[in-house]
């Protein structure tokens, strides 16, 4: 029997499936733009289990992208907000608040769940760019405790998806610089043809952010979910996987699926 505020989801998937994803628990580490809107979709999935990690709370310049964000929230956590979203949708949902985001020192606690949660099975991972520490850690212990981690990054128009099973590389030695930032440009190998030459310099500098709007996260958290509701239906073995990515630009049409290439060669990027 399948609970009435999800009945329109059948016939998109079964029954079956219906009450194996009220068994399953996701961490969504970073619920900004993709991440938020990534959660919230789950909810109306039906998901079981969700786990939502983020120190942050909301300033005015959230507002273009992330759907927690109103006037009425400025200030606010993110994770509480979002959290009150998801369970205003799905009261019956088991719910984890990790105010103080994703750690070294909890990440190995997040993923084992706690009494009330089972252990983590799939992780959605948008923590901002500027906490590539906290995302070398929690790609470590996803790989640790064989756990698919998964990142969608949105710019402009579009987003790019990222799997990453647990037999991948680790993160740090495939996106993370000498410096201690993320290498946007390998892990976004294309660009939009609209995006503004001297803004997508500073945002790959680390010099500014990564311009993007709400097309962006929500095209990013359609993928993710989307990918997600693969491994639940059909194995983690079905989903898009490191080295192969997933590219999409609603503005300028594009959909592109293709193979990662070695760190010792130059991304294959679309110029602005």
Known sequence: MVEPRFERNLGVVSAEVMARLARTHVLVAGVGGAGGQCAVDLARLGVGCLTLADFDTYEVHNMNRQVG??????????????????????????LRLVREGITEDNVTDVLAGTQVLPPVDYVVEVIDIAGARAKQALHKACRERGVPAMTGLMLGFGAALHVFQPDAPLYEELYILPDGRVDLPAIIPHLGDYLHQAAMEACFAGKGPAPTCVVGATTAAGMMVSELMRGVMLGAHTMVSWPEYLYVDLFDHRYIKARARPRTEEPARQPA
């Open 69 to 94: 964000c109103f006037e009425s929230t400025l200030g606010a956590s993110k994770v509480d907000v979002v959290g009150r979203m998801c369970l205003d949708i799905h009261p019956d949902l088991r």
